[in-house]
């Protein structure tokens, strides 16, 4: 027996003759009614899902589920043939059946044959299932609106969500991003203190190029290649326009009003706006 407070993913058991997979489970305290269980569930033998909420503690029959290997085979119509690997008897399955593994499946792929009182009632998939990529795109530098993502193409036809190359070999991108930030600043303080003793330093020096470079980062956004390097392009023909007209003074005026501009109608800057495109 298996009590509802038990009650978890994956959890099998028997109520009113139906036999019963927990697909999600949720445990709700109450002040004075005690805690209430609420589940979705799924009928193993008609594959119907359905939610239902039970008292806490209340108690049902665990069920005992046979797994056996076996080896896919080929698809005829809608049947799929699998052999058992024990006994090597070819066993053919319903299509409907397959759902949820049949994108995953190739022939020669290794599964698990489900049985419930000597009835075929799924079929389950090892943990890790190796299957080759035939089509992917790649990836670019700061799209964080994917999540670290990008969809593949596997052999089967099925098209999953991968993480990058270097998130796939589990190199922290966040970490090398945050290292090579500051070893670009160390790098740039190392020079100005070996250029500083051949000028004259006041406290204002650089602060044109500073203003100029931080208003190029917040035009462009995050991607260096997608929206810095196009922004400071855009900004040098502004400025320059701008003081070949008017002056100096206009040039930096100009700068002002693009910033102005592209925040009020691009807040995440030129890369942001170009990646929503993409995805």
Avoid at 149 to 175: C, F, N, S, Y
Avoid at 176 to 185: I, R
Wanted: proline share 4%; aromatic share 8%; net charge negative.
């Amino acid at each position: 027996m298996i009590s509802t407070s038990d009650f978890r993913n994956g959890t099998m058991f028997e109520m009113d003759g139906q036999l019963l997979s927990v697909v999600n489970v949720e445990h709700i305290k109450l002040a004075r009614a005690g805690a209430v269980i609420k589940a979705k569930l799924r009928n193993l033998l008609t594959g119907s899902i359905f939610e239902q909420s039970f008292r806490s503690g209340e108690k049902y029959r665990t069920v005992r589920i046979d797994k056996s290997e076996a080896s896919y085979l080929y698809a005829d119509g809608n049947h799929h043939y699998f052999m058992d690997t024990q006994t090597y008897d070819q066993v053919p399955i319903d299509e409907d059946m397959l759902e949820s593994v049949l994108p995953l499946l190739k022939e020669g792929s290794t599964a698990f044959l489900l049985r419930y009182q000597d009835r075929l009632i799924g079929v389950e998939l090892p943990i890790i299932v190796e299957l080759n990529v035939v089509q992917t795109d790649p990836g670019f530098k700061g799209d964080t609106v994917s999540g670290g993502t990008k969809p593949a193409k596997l052999e089967t036809g099925a098209t999953i969500q991968v993480p990058h190359m270097a998130a796939a070999l589990g190199v922290d991108t966040r970490l090398v991003y945050s290292l090579t930030f500051a070893c670009g600043a160390g790098l740039a303080g190392l020079a100005g203190g070996l250029y500083a003793p051949t000028m004259t330093l006041v406290p204002t020096m650089g602060a044109t190029f500073i203003m100029e470079a931080f208003v190029t980062v917040v035009i462009g956004g995050a991607d260096v290649f997608l929206g810095t390097a196009p922004a400071g392009g855009v900004l040098a023909v502004v400025k320059s326009a701008m003081t070949s007209w008017q002056g100096q003074l206009f040039g930096q005026i100009g700068l002002l009003v693009a910033v102005i501009i592209v925040v009020r109608v691009l807040p995440k800057g030129i890369s942001g706006f170009l990646l929503r495109e993409r995805t």
